[in-house]
């Protein structure tokens, strides 16, 4: 079982980002006479921390304090909590942050696969925030949110100026109640769409036999449905929509199956592993999933510090060895899935179809830190078993496909997925 305190967490802002203040500053907030009073017990840097003077710090709070026209904006927590925002952006590395206890425990349940919101992840590009993915059967989905989308607005407000978390805190909110995004699609159009919050239950792993129609020139009518007729051409579906808290159990209880149909029915003519939308999660479950397909001591990841690297192998038998594997991937697969994507390419074991993923190449530390809030920290780079660093640039595809924008119901993706399989 993961150590809770502790979790090598790769993560494309599932939802939220700031950042993190304080050092070893011992501060408690009292109140008297109604009134929050801010008592600083301790102003010792930390180790290492000789040269910096808080001096201008102190000051700027007293004068606020004592100046601001305003007393009712004087939230001391709030203060603070800006102050640790400020110190974590001058990192300029938007995946370390300051997770205050709210967003700390609904970043938690959202790994746990259940939270109260629209189901869309969000990240930031630049300064502004965008959908990193809306996950499958969701709200947001159902709606017309789109990975790439970029909130202008939420409930006429302008997200101009905001952290992630903010974002988040006005986004998310009680089961039924309704919420306004204006928001433009990759195609430029901009669009105001109402949602409806709802409990999101996020079922992480997706198992089907399926069929499609295949001919010389391609294939057709994906379905779960029996084909009939000619031209029928069965494959293993497996959907993976994020590598969470229960994604290994969810995995272990489906795979033997599908291993055993695959194993039994000669027809079947491969696996299509769809990472597409699928924000991360775990590297201790990257590593876990791409042993499936990968023989032992095969290298999955590894990471590198700046001063030494850590290579990650496959540890367990896996039962997906020798079928044919094509992955599915879009700008909305990112961190862990690009690990697996990358590990299964580099070791020849799958093609990537689809669009390039969003390029985070990052490993973050996640600790407790005993007051309900969590602070992450990026510790390493990683890098696939061929080295390649995909920040910034994400991995692109060996066979490129859009989906058809005029017809969303047409998956032109899975169809070239299923198509390559029987090459």
């Known amino acids: 079982m993961k150590n809770k305190t502790f979790q090598i967490v790769l993560v494309v802002l599932l939802t939220f980002l700031v950042g993190y203040f304080v050092g070893t500053l011992k501060v408690n907030l009292d109140w008297q006479s109604y009134k ?174 399926e069929t499609a129609k295949c001919t010389a020139s391609g294939c057709t009518n994906v379905s779960k449905d029996t084909c009939s007729g000619n031209n029928c051409t069965e494959f293993a579906y497996i959907q993976l929509s994020q590598f969470g808290d229960n994604t290994n159990a969810e995995w272990t209880s489906l795979v033997k199956g599908i291993s055993n149909k695959i194993n039994q029915d000669k027809n079947i003519k491969g696996v299509v592993l769809d990472l597409r939308n699928n924000p991360g999660g775990y ?42 594997v094509v992955v599915l991937i879009n700008k909305g697969s990112a961190s862990a899935s690009e690990i697996v994507s990358g590990a299964l390419r580099d070791n020849g074991r799958a093609i990537l179809v689809g669009e390039t993923s969003y390029g985070k190449g990052t490993v973050q530390e996640a600790q407790d830190l005993g007051d309900g809030s969590g602070l992450h920290v990026t510790i390493a780079k990683w890098l696939t078993p061929n080295g390649t660093w995909v920040n910034g640039k994400g991995l692109t595809p060996d066979v490129t496909v859009s989906l058809n924008p005029n017809n969303p119901a047409e998956d032109t993706q899975l169809e070239k997925a299923v198509f390559e399989l029987l090459k």
């Not at 349940?109 to 969000?122: C, K, M, P, V």
């Not at 990240?123 to 989905?141: F, H, Q, R, Y």
């Not at 978390?165 to 919420?179: D, E, H, L, N, Y």
């Open 283 to 324: 590297l201790t479950d990257a590593q876990f999933i791409a042993s499936e397909f990968l023989p032992v001591g095969t290298e999955v990841v590894s990471e590198d510090n700046g001063i030494a690297q850590n290579q990650l192998d496959v540890q367990r038998q896996g039962l997906l060895l020798t079928p044919k």
């Open 36 to 209: 929050p009073v801010l008592n600083v017990s301790s102003k010792e840097p930390p180790a290492g921390v000789v040269s910096v003077d808080f001096a201008p710090f102190w000051t700027v709070w007293q004068s606020l304090e004592t100046n601001y026209y305003d007393k009712s904006k004087l939230d001391q927590q709030k203060m603070l909590n800006g102050a640790i925002t400020g110190m974590v952006a001058a990192l300029g590395d938007p995946f370390t942050m300051y997770l205050p206890p709210v967003a700390n425990s609904d970043f938690k349940q959202s790994l746990a696969g259940q939270f109260s919101g629209i189901g869309a992840e969000l990240g930031t590009k630049g300064k502004d925030i965008i959908v990193i993915a809306p996950l499958d059967g969701s709200p947001a989905e159902k709606d017309g949110i789109k990975a790439g989308d970029v909130i202008l607005k939420v409930d006429g407000q302008s997200t101009a100026g905001w952290d992630l978390s903010k974002a988040v805190t006005q986004i998310r909110g009680a089961k039924g109640t309704p919420v306004t995004l204006t928001v433009v699609h990759s195609n430029n159009k901009q669009v105001d769409i109402t949602i409806i919050r709802d409990t999101i239950t996020v079922k992480s792993v997706v198992m089907n036999i």
